[in-house]
């Protein structure tokens, strides 16, 4: 049985067309030859709702019930998402994070997943349903509810591809995939065809919201084969895996910036970067474009500049088009 595991955010689920779009990918895949699994969000901005719902009644209330309350929002979208598919006449079943066998630690608010016991799961696939599961959740030692912190849905979609030894666990957002840069600050950004889990793990350590810094560690750790896509186009998106920069050759993979205060900082992520170079190569273009560097720091792996506030976003448009080709 060839598995797919399909992650989709709550931007991606926020209305019932846009479930009904996502069932349709669901069924594309299923006739594409896969046993399908869902793992769902709850709708954009639910989460926040509730949290905001239980403050009316109290402002510290307690984290078991806390976790109680925020996994309802994955619930719904799960049996949402079962009802848009059956209604387009296919077989399918919501599981909640206890039903689809998912063991966490005691935290609750930020839990991690101990293991997974895909039985259930393995049991309605066989039964030709497409599985939807719901995201950030699981359930304790103690039989308690408890959630898996911010991103925790792609936690639960790389879990369970390991459990299931899925071929491909693809994470849907309302972007296309990963780019160099981001194409807001920079238009000739491009969107890379793959890209390593170490380079996205920088990313998400500088606070580009690529995806949760935890599933991705997760996926390297186990071998996951990731696809980062679009939910709304029908590219390829990003495959994400163990794909290194090959001998001594520098090599800036991505970039990121983020301000704070009076400063910009940038970062260059990529391989081999303290090769010879590379320091005066970024130097001479800070330079040729009028910015003053106020700090750098060089890393294998990573650089990080910090500059002026204005001068963030014109140094990133310099930097990108001066390494990258």
Known sequence: MRIIVMKFGGSSLAEPEKIRVMAERALKARAGGFAVVMTVSAP?????????LSKLLTQAPEPREQDALLATGENISAALMAMAIQARGAKAGSLSGVQAGIRTGPRHGDAGIISVNPARILRELKKGKIV??????GV??????ATLGRGGSDLTAVALARALKAEICELYTDVKGVYTANPAVVPQAKMMRQVSYDAVMELARCGTEVRQLRAIAYAKEHRIPL????SFE???GTLVGDF????AKPEVTCFSIRKSGDSAWLHLIGANLKAPGIKSGIRATAAAAGHRLRKEIFAPDKITLVTGFRDGAPLLKALHKAFIR
Request: charged fraction near 30%; aromatic fraction near 4%.
């Open 234 to 236: 029908n590219g390829e």
């Open 140 to 145: 304790n030692k103690a039989g308690d509810i």
């Open 227 to 230: 696809r980062l896509r679009s």
């Open 244 to 247: 290194r920069c090959r001998g």
């Open 132 to 137: 939807v599961a719901a995201g950030f959740q």
């Open 44 to 52: 954009a901005d639910l989460t926040d709702d509730l949290v905001a």
